[in-house]
């Protein structure tokens, strides 16, 4: 859309070799951290004791005890097995509780009566099971206010997005501001928009954006655009209930075709978008910014660690944790 939106590729796309065609707008990376040089480019080691303190303050939120210091000091544990044991803590599990939690807020769309915490809750039991942590998209159950894993029977489940929140917090004309959404969060593809000429009255349903040279390439491209995307949550209201009788149509992303939120998690969670994307996720929580692009060799070796792991997040965790980068100046 050369002057309705600006495209911005967050999380390493350059990895996952996804570059935008037929958008003349302008091209940045959301990963790029304008203050200095990144911390993974740093070769300064601190000490042991120090990374240490760092550690049990990120996984924790407490200094570490007594007896993980002098254990440390003592040579008997390594950071190594001592991040085993953080991850293993109950502090810890509250700390990756808020972690998602900050993903998932209240909006003007929610209600007294939405289950805010519900994809927060599916998330954080993911990752303390050591599930398979494209199951946000792709599980076939929910977890309830009572940390109890439940089958989902009364509509199509797809993780995360057939939650109520996911379908009720952010709509939209056309189901859009939804899509956008599931991009920025899931693909890191962010479609900003900017001021029209003035005077300039679009016709701004689909067939009217789609026939639109000034508008077509960003709604209706086959990687990334928007009207296709939002097809995928055609059968929903704005309560993010099941629409009775309705039939999914056939929508698209990342150059894929499906019908119906199902459709959409399986293809999205077997994209190197979602996996940059989830590296980012936690690199973002332990390093207080999101990955550079100069961060190519780092990205790609923690996404290898991650992926050998069956995409468990507390390896992905523990591989961030204990890599020099963390524990640098």
Known sequence: MSRLARITLANLAIVAGLAPTGCAGEVTTATDDPTGPPATGKTELVSDLLCLRKMALDLTHAAPSSDAITRLEAGSVTLDKLADEYLASPEFARVAFDWMREE?????????????????????????????????LTATYTVDREGIQREITDRPAAGILSTQYSLQ???GSYRRNWAARFERQFAGITLVAVTLPEGEMPDVTPDGLANNPSCAGCHVHPTYGIDPLARFAECYDELGARIAGCTDPEASFLLQTGRGLPDLARITAGTNEFKSQSVDFFFKRLFGRNLASQEAGFYTEAAATFTASGYQARALIKHLVTSEAYCSR
């Open 104 to 136: 998932f807020t209240p909006t003007a769309l929610t209600t007294a009566e939405t289950d805010i915490e519900e994809p927060a809750r599916l998330m954080h039991h993911i990752l303390l099971q050591d599930r398979d942590w494209r199951e946000i």
């Open 169 to 171: 917090s952010t709509i």
